[in-house]
């Protein structure tokens, strides 16, 4: 995900819509902690 919104990529990519639903599967099934990713679990999902 990070390469669809990296400052020398098109910025065309991260305007699609393909990439827009992937983003918001990945945010409602994982985050980022610790610097490691990881999934949520009962309680700290996001929907």
Known sequence: MAAFYHPASPKHLAELLEVE???????????LGEGNLKWREKGNLYL
């Open 21 to 31: 639903m992937l983003r918001c599967c990945w945010i409602g099934q994982f985050w």
